[in-house]
C-alpha cells in the first residue's frame, strides 16, 4: 500500500508486559513521528526521527518508553512494564521533509493498545 | 495543560447546510493552525490549514476562520454532505510543535 501502516492494529497487554508496535512509513519519507491519543484526547507528540537520528523524544511520558529507527526506514515503539495509563492509540506519521511541519505529515492508522 | 480545545464534542447538521467547528487555544505564541479530518479505523488526514497572518483561508467547500484577539478558529463546511461524517481535530503549532484538541464528531444526516 502506499499509505503508512502500522502493525498491530489492537494489542492486549497485561500490566507489566513489554510491548513492541511497528510503522512501516511511506517509502522514501525522512520523517517519522510516533503520537499517543488517550481516550477523549487528540493525539500527543511522543518523539521524531529524522531518516535513523532521533532529533526529539521530548514527549515521552518515562523510561518505560523507548523508540528506534536503526536503517532510517521501520520504526519501532517499545514501551517496557506497561501500566493502565499506557492504554491509548499509538498513532505514527510520516513526512518526505525534513522537520516537524505539520502540513506534510501522513498518519498511520495507529495501534490501539489496551494494558488490563 | 490543555492549550487547544474544542468544546463540543459532538455536531450534528443536515446534509446540506453549514457546519460550523469551533476551536480555541490559550497560547498567543501559536503561528499556525490546521484542522484535521478522522475517519474510523483510519489516521487523521489534513484538511486545511491557515498562518497566523491571515484571518480566513478557503478551500472548496472548506473555509477556516482565525480571530486571533479571541484566540478561536473555526471550520466552516458547505454545504455539508454525508460524506462529511468524521471526527475533526483542530491543531495549533509554533516552531513545528503542534498542539491537538480532543476532536469535535460530525454527523451529517441525509
Known amino acids: 500500500g502506499a499509505g503508512v501502516s502500522q502493525s498491530p492494529r489492537y494489542k492486549v497487554a497485561k500490566r507489566g508486559q513489554d510491548v513492541a508496535l511497528r510503522c512501516d512509513p511511506i517509502?522514501?519519507?525522512?520523517?517519522l513521528f510516533w503520537y499517543q491519543q488517550a481516550l477523549g484526547q487528540g493525539p500527543e507528540f511522543l518523539t521524531y526521527?529524522?531518516?535513523?537520528?532521533?532529533?526529539?523524544k521530548s514527549g515521552l511520558p518515562s523510561d518505560r518508553f523507548f523508540a528506534e529507527r536503526p536503517e532510517g526506514s521501520v520504526s519501532t515503539l517499545k514501551i517496557q512494564r506497561t501500566q493502565q495509563e499506557d492504554s491509548a492509540v499509538y498513532l505514527c506519521?510520516?513526512?518526505?521533509?525534513?522537520?516537524?511541519?505539520?502540513?506534510?505529515?501522513?498518519f498511520g492508522p495507529g495501534t490501539r493498545l489496551l494494558v488490563l | 495543560d490543555q492549550q487547544v480545545k474544542q468544546n463540543s464534542p459532538s455536531l450534528s447538521v443536515q446534509e446540506g447546510r453549514i457546519s460550523i467547528l469551533n476551536c480555541d487555544y490559550t497560547n498567543s505564541m501559536f503561528d499556525y493552525f490546521l484542522w484535521y479530518k478522522k475517519y474510523p479505523a483510519e489516521g487523521p488526514t489534513f484538511l486545511i490549514s491557515?498562518?497566523?497572518?491571515?484571518d480566513k483561508n478557503e478551500d472548496g467547500r472548506f473555509t477556516v476562520f482565525l480571530n486571533k484577539s479571541a484566540k478561536h478558529l473555526s471550520l466552516h463546511i458547505v454545504p455539508s454532505q454525508p460524506g462529511d461524517s468524521a471526527v475533526y481535530f483542530c491543531a495549533a503549532s509554533r516552531n513545528n510543535d503542534m498542539r491537538f484538541g480532543a476532536g469535535t464528531r460530525l454527523t451529517v444526516k441525509p
Open positions: 517509502s522514501g519519507h525522512v520523517s
Open positions: 506519521a510520516s513526512s518526505f521533509f525534513r522537520g516537524r511541519q505539520p502540513k506534510t505529515q501522513y
Open positions: 491557515i498562518s497566523s497572518i491571515k
Open positions: 526521527f529524522q531518516n535513523e537520528a532521533q532529533l526529539d
